[in-house]
């Protein structure tokens, strides 16, 4: 069975981090992009950040308001992509997703909530 499975997130103070990861089962995804998003109440997913393709470079692209805080990464040895994120606002306070798009098909993540206290 083919599933992407999230962990982390949770609660953070306003400054504080968090690591998000996401688990690939039932398929390989070290060529495929790799994307996070997040959600606010009543609208639509955003992305974040996220990884391209080998045949881009595997290269990392961020949205600009988590320039400089968030690091997106990936454990080909261990199928996973992993959200570090610093330095967390307010605004970051979302439901976060992972997203891998392979040459058929989009697999997104069940979801995980991120809390930020200020």
């Known amino acids: 069975q083919v599933k992407l499975v999230q962990s982390g997130g949770g609660l953070a103070q306003s400054g504080g981090s968090l690591t998000l990861s996401c688990a690939a089962s039932g398929f390989t995804f070290r060529d495929n992009p790799v994307t996070w998003y997040r959600q606010y109440p009543m609208k639509e997913r955003e992305w974040v950040a996220g990884?391209?393709?080998?045949?881009?470079?595997?290269?990392?692209y961020y949205k600009e308001s988590v320039k400089g805080r968030f690091t997106i990464s990936r454990d080909n040895d261990r199928n996973m992509v992993y959200l570090q994120m610093n330095n967390l606002q307010p605004e970051d306070a979302a439901v976060y997703y992972c997203?891998?798009?392979?040459?058929?098909?989009?697999?997104w993540g069940q979801g995980t909530q991120v809390i930020v206290s200020s």
């Open positions: 997203k891998v798009q392979t040459s058929t098909t989009i697999y």
């Open positions: 990884l391209t393709g080998p045949g881009a470079g595997n290269a990392p």
